[in-house]
């Protein structure tokens, strides 16, 4: 679909810094960057003004339900909620049902996502429905183009198994990701484990769940030399862990999702089990570091971990209560703030949500994509696929649950005021949300 | 939180209420003593009032007590059997609760395995008072009252004094010692609360797999000289010991447990003569208590189950109150 059309007045934003350009869009990529373009006869024309332009952001981490879990979300409905976000490609969790574990259901994540509004790449299990004992076909899944490989939801328990899938994975150029979190430790827990959850009477779920397990697949990414992505980190420490991994040349990276440094574990006081998510919410020094870790670079990506529940799986008691929460539509205003609102620097803020993320997923132009989407998260210039986001950094509104593109509603953050609006969004030279609203 | 009085409030967690609000409870809960021993063991303070009782797991003394309890203040009593219900044909709590409440009723009962069950339905419900009979692994806070109320009494006895109207004071200063599974255990943690907010010092002894990491927070402190502690007690609570903690997972077995902390004749042997014995029942002989000490004077837990249906008549009366309305009328 070619598509022309023209960002105008606009502050864009480049790995270097920031300028006033406008963008002319055609054909699917960035025709021309320069002050004060003049606009090309029926150019559909974007107003940037007070706004930054970047790469269309990447999440690492959604999960889209589909296969199996369409009641809570569809690739259809997740990639709309991405797109409202600021999205133009999400990786989707192979914790569907069947697992993303098998070229069948990989080659149908990929077809719904083509067919969604934004790209779609799915990440493939490590094990067999991830059940974390046989190893899933890695190889003929990285003929699909898939590079990212992960059992979310559940940690790959057995070191032995990690180390096999490591030696494995790194014979193919694949990164694992890992859940971080020792079952021997965490199981039977529904939040963090501290003098809260034992007043509240519910079993906690200990940072050192996550930290022995952070710390196992550092010595083993070490030893094997693999690439490892640790998802959703929680914990001040395991931070200090990754930040001495990456000094003594271990290839990893890792990411950290919204509500870990936004919300404590004093939102789970009510049993509300909107607040229960793996790993759980943790203190507030916790939520601290963490803020503190993105605005010193010492996190790789800001990813979502949105996970849509259907109301029947949340309406329930705590501890029986499905884990998770939505991110999608929430996660820039809430980067924004950890990054220091008005002086939030906008550079780090796409690093975080665009440029390192589609590294991580080999999604950018240097990258051998196998299953044809476009580039992502490269730096503004011309001849680049024009996967582009508009931001407005100033505007503020109210998160209603109601009002969410999602087809779930478990966000956390209902009620809440946000700074940081998405104006525009386009997906490979196409606008698919024009001043926040769906162009179809 | 912290009330000083339950008239017309919940009673979902010992913290609900203030010191005042405990003594509130107690006091009542004398007045209907005189009840039970009537020929007509009913009054009518509830009458036309519509108590549900749900257990969402298996109990029998706490489940009769609080429906006795309702009975004699002649509320009608709505009870919910869980094995005959439609929650085992997959219907939610949410749902459950609010068919119960379209058919009227003014007071929930709730029993459930989930800890902060009670505090769910507190919010769903729209006009009834939601009574907290246990819920998880979190409170018991009816099972604390009437732990506080038995010991009020016993300690009245000994110091030739009456209970009635004693408030707290009998209760201030005193030793509590809590053994066992203080983890897994809701009577724990509401007696710690209790106890401290009555103003006793309250220690707590068992294996570290079955302490909470911080007992701070429920004003109690950690001991571990077993021996030393019973000498000083004024009052020792046993906890009933559930047998699948003794699997290995948390103690090697049972029989480790009861020859680490298990109160058998020696060791009832260092407990004062005018010292006290609790259990929340039903005690296990021969695990947490031998069977000698089950039958010891000290030992108040028939007491403690005859006291079950004045302090819930209490709590019921208090919490179906609207402020204003005379309480002792």
New interface residues.
């Given amino acids: 679909m070619a598509e022309l059309i023209m960002i105008q007045g606009g502050t864009a934003v480049f790995d270097s810094g920031t300028r006033q350009v406008d963008l002319i869009i055609r054909d699917g990529v960035i025709a021309e960057i320069g002050e004060r373009l003049s606009v090309p006869a029926g150019a559909e024309v974007l107003n940037a003004e007070q706004a930054w332009v970047g790469p269309g952001f990447v999440d690492l981490h959604a999960h889209l339900r589909e296969p199996g879990g369409e009641a809570a979300e569809t690739v259809a409905s997740g990639a709309a909620a991405g797109v409202k976000g600021g999205y133009s490609a999400l990786v989707a969790m192979p914790n569907t049902v069947p697992a993303i574990d098998s070229v069948p259901v990989a080659a149908h994540v990929l077809d719904l996502g083509r067919r969604s509004m934004l790209d779609v790449v799915p990440a493939g299990a490590i094990t067999i429905d991830r059940a974390g004992e046989r190893s899933a076909p890695m190889g003929e899944l990285a003929a699909l183009g898939l590079t990212f490989f992960t059992d979310d939801g559940m940690g790959v328990q057995r070191a032995g198994v990690m180390r096999r899938a490591m030696l494995y994975a790194k014979g193919l150029r694949l990164t694992l990701a890992q859940h971080c979190e020792d079952e021997s430790l965490a199981g039977g827990g529904c939040m963090n484990?501290?003098?809260l959850s034992?007043?509240?009477?519910?079993?906690g779920r200990p940072a050192i769940a996550e930290e022995a397990m952070v710390a196992r697949d550092l010595l083993l990414a070490e030893h094997t030399g693999a690439s490892l992505h640790l998802l959703h980190l929680s914990t001040a420490r395991s931070l200090e862990m990754v930040k001495a991994a990456k000094a003594r040349g271990i290839a990893v990276t890792a990411e950290v999702a919204p509500h870990h440094f936004t919300l404590t574990e004093a939102c789970c006081e009510?049993?509300?089990p909107l607040f229960k998510v793996h790993p759980p919410l943790r203190g507030a020094s916790d939520v601290q570091a963490l803020a503190q870790g993105l605005r010193m670079r010492e996190i790789d990506a800001v990813a979502t971990d949105h996970a849509p529940h259907a109301p029947?799986t949340k309406?329930?008691?705590?501890?029986?209560a499905t884990p998770g929460m939505l991110g999608l539509e929430t996660a820039f205003g809430l980067t924004l703030e950890a990054l220091g609102g008005d002086d939030a620097d906008p550079v780090l803020l796409f690093e975080l949500l665009s440029r390192n993320p589609a590294r991580i997923a080999k999604l950018t132009a240097g990258d051998e994509r196998r299953h044809g989407l476009s580039a992502h998260g490269g730096d503004l210039s011309v001849g680049s696929d024009a996967n582009l986001v508009v931001v407005d950094p100033s505007t503020s509104w109210v998160v209603d649950r109601n009002q969410l593109a999602s087809l779930a509603r478990n966000t956390p953050y209902d009620g809440r005021t946000i700074r940081g609006r998405i104006r525009h969004t386009v997906v490979a030279g196409s606008l698919v949300l024009n001043d926040g609203e769906f162009t179809r | 939180m912290n009330a000083d009085s339950l008239v017309g409030r919940n009673l979902l967690s010992i913290n609900d209420l203030s010191a005042t609000g405990l003594a509130e409870v107690l006091e009542v809960a004398e007045s209907f003593v005189e009840v039970s021993g009537r020929s007509v063991k009913k009054i009518p303070a509830l009458k036309g009032k519509v108590v549900a009782s749900l257990f969402f797991e298996e109990s029998t003394r706490t489940r009769l007590s609080f429906e006795t309890a309702a009975k004699r203040l002649s509320a009608d009593v709505l009870s919910l059997a869980v094995a005959s219900s439609s929650v085992k044909k997959g219907e939610s709590l949410k749902d459950t609760i609010e068919t119960i409440e379209s058919l009227g009723i003014d007071a929930v009962v709730l029993r459930h395995r989930s800890s902060g069950a009670p505090h769910q339905v507190a919010g769903w419900v729209k006009g009834a008072r939601v009574i907290n009979a246990g819920d998880g692994t979190h409170e018991h806070p009816s099972q604390a009252l009437i732990d506080l109320f038995t010991v009020r009494r016993a300690l009245a006895e000994r110091q030739g004094v009456e209970s009635r109207d004693s408030g707290l004071s009998l209760l201030k200063g005193a030793k509590v010692l809590i053994i066992g599974d203080i983890n897994h255990s809701r009577v724990a943690r509401s007696e710690m609360l209790a106890y401290a907010k009555a103003g006793a010092q309250v220690r707590v002894i068992g294996p570290g797999t079955l302490l909470p990491s911080d007992v701070g927070i429920f004003g109690a402190q950690r001991a571990d000289d077993l021996e030393k502690e019973l000498a000083n007690a004024d009052v020792v609570s046993l906890l009933r010991m559930q047998e699948e903690r003794g699997s290995g997972d948390f103690v090697p077995s049972l029989h480790e447990f009861s020859a680490l902390y298990g109160i058998d004749e020696r060791r009832a042997a260092l407990i004062r003569p005018d010292a006290v014995i609790t259990h929340p029942g039903p005690m296990v002989r021969g695990v947490e208590v031998s069977s000698a000490v089950a039958d010891d004077p000290r030992m108040l837990v028939r007491q403690q189950v005859a006291n079950g249906v004045p302090i819930r008549m209490a709590i019921l009366f208090l919490a179906l109150s609207t402020p204003g309305e005379s309480l002792h009328g």
């Fill in positions: 484990a501290s003098a034992s007043r509240l009477g519910l079993a009510g049993y509300d029947e309406d329930r008691p705590f501890d029986e």
